[in-house]
């Protein structure tokens, strides 16, 4: 059995390693920076995979040797097997097995983390990494295999992908009792008009939907403060000095001070379904996977 495998020289867990280092960086440049020894060794030991396995898994593309159509496919071959391999491993030594969970800043913060001890306490033999990431970040890292889990919106689910409804992301615009000068009651139109707002930018959906909503009152939006997630947003809010539109998530992270909130069909445009996504190779090739997925969506369910 495996005869071919074994009757040539050149495939070892070493190898297959450094091909998802590389793959992981993008070249061999960048999965060894500054270091011309430690390229040269990276670059052979593909040169002997390739000899293996008879195709090209690298081939240089101007001073820059990349995988090719074939090395990306091994690289994704090996990392299910090691993974596999150091599941067991794992089990077998009673180690803890860990699952990679990819979200963006303020669903880590004000979600997951909070919830995750209870997980935690049903499998004690597992622990939990969180890896702050764009959306299409997440949705490329599950594809290759780099993720376990990710927290996405149902608009950017692609195809391949299993997932399960978490529920809606709902937003709320706060303003500080500081900056309200004894004003009982704010209107969103005055929030986004006279008082200094601190907005997240960076998420495109998010950016481009507050504007939609400050079109339609016929407001030129000005943020004051441009910030680069939610929970720095709050941090604003939480100065005293800013209004902002958040994920209602945030309210709870709110201790200091009374703060205004506002809500509103206004608002709605802004929701958005959460969705637990996951790769099914997953459930394949990692035990428990299938019962961690049940365990975090049963947890991390919004509302």
């Avoid at 407001?219 to 441009?226: D, G, N, V, Y």
């Amino acid at each position: 059995m495996f005869e071919s495998l074994f009757s040539e020289r050149g495939l070892s867990l070493d190898r297959l390693k450094v091909l998802i280092e590389v793959r992981d960086a993008g070249s061999i440049a960048q999965a060894a920076p500054g270091d011309p020894v430690r390229q040269s060794q990276y670059s052979r030991q593909l040169r002997e995979l390739s000899e293996f396995f008879g195709c090209e898994v690298a081939q240089r593309k101007g001073k820059i040797l990349k995988l090719t159509a074939q090395g990306e496919r091994l690289a994704e071959l090996a990392r299910e097997q090691l993974r596999s391999l150091e599941d067991f491993r794992a089990e077998c030594r009673e180690e803890n097995v860990a699952f990679t969970i990819g979200a963006g800043d303020s669903l880590i913060q004000w979600l997951v983390i909070p919830r995750l001890g209870g997980i935690i306490e049903h499998f004690p033999g597992t622990r939990f990494a969180t890896s702050n990431l764009r959306t299409n970040e997440i949705v490329r890292q599950l594809n290759e295999g780099r993720l376990d889990f990710g927290i996405i919106r149902k608009s950017a689910m692609g195809p391949g992908l299993k997932s399960v409804s978490l529920g809606i992301v709902s937003y709320v615009a706060l303003v500080p009792d500081a900056l309200a000068r004894r004003k009982k009651k704010f209107t969103l139109h005055e929030v986004l008009s006279e008082l200094p707002l601190a907005t997240q930018t960076t998420d495109g959906q998010f950016t481009a939907g507050v504007r939609e909503i400050a079109k339609s009152l016929a407001i030129t939006l000005k943020p004051a403060l441009a910030c680069q997630s939610f929970p720095q947003t709050m941090a604003a809010v939480k100065s005293g000095r800013f209004a902002a539109i958040v994920p209602e998530l945030a309210v709870r992270d709110l201790t200091d001070g009374p703060t205004h909130r506002i809500s509103g069909e206004l608002l709605r445009p802004l929701d958005r379904e959460a969705m637990l996504a996951w790769n099914p190779r997953l459930v394949r090739i990692r035990p428990n996977a299938l019962k961690i997925s049940a365990a975090l969506h049963a947890a991390l369910r919004i509302g």
